[in-house]
């Protein structure tokens, strides 16, 4: 096992922990083409690649356990209303990743990748900012600014398992 699929879960529940304290301590931010969208888009993105690491590395039971470690983190690291809306807009979004990611994981992991973000940003996005916000006033900036994340954790993942085989 390498070191990536190692740290996979840890990464995941502390990026779940870093996007509530962004969310809280940060506030709204830009995300590029004039749209903005709340600071925690910056870690979201990554933990939705790194929720799939973790799957690919240990299996479903322990990414439940994962998830379910993430949603508590967000019950203690942000105030009540933005925790609650963050442990659930996780623990739906990262259960829809999952679904989707599953049985597309099979095909490859760069299609199965693609396609559970996908679902998982945007599940995520809409759950957390109706919750949190009671508006789905910065869902173009949230798809965004995860997407944009996203990329670059995938981008990442490919150039460290292609220097991984060339090595």
């Not at 609650?84 to 597309?104: I, K, R």
């Not at 998982?120 to 949190?132: I, K, Q, Y």
Request: charged share 10%; no cysteine; glycine share 8%.
């Amino acid at each position: 096992m390498n070191r990536l699929n190692i740290l996979a879960p840890a990464a995941y529940i502390a990026t779940i922990g870093a996007a509530n304290w962004a969310v809280a301590n940060v506030g709204i931010i830009p995300v590029g083409f004039g749209l903005m969208a709340p600071a925690g888009v910056l870690f979201v993105g990554l933990a939705f690649t790194l929720r799939d690491l973790t799957q690919d590395a240990y299996g479903k039971v322990v990414t439940i356990a994962a998830i379910l470690a993430g949603a508590l983190l967000s019950l203690l690291i942000s105030t009540p209303a933005l925790a609650l809306a963050s442990a659930a807009a996780f623990l739906f979004s990262e259960l829809a990743d999952m679904a989707v990611y599953t049985p597309l994981r099979k095909r490859g992991w760069l299609r199965a990748i693609a396609a559970s973000n996908i679902v998982g940003l945007v599940v995520d996005s809409v759950l957390f900012l109706w919750l949190a916000f009671g508006s789905l006033t910065f869902l173009a900036g949230q798809i965004w600014g995860k997407a944009i994340m996203t990329l670059a954790a995938v981008a990442v993942v490919r150039l460290y398992r292609a220097r991984r085989v060339l090595t």
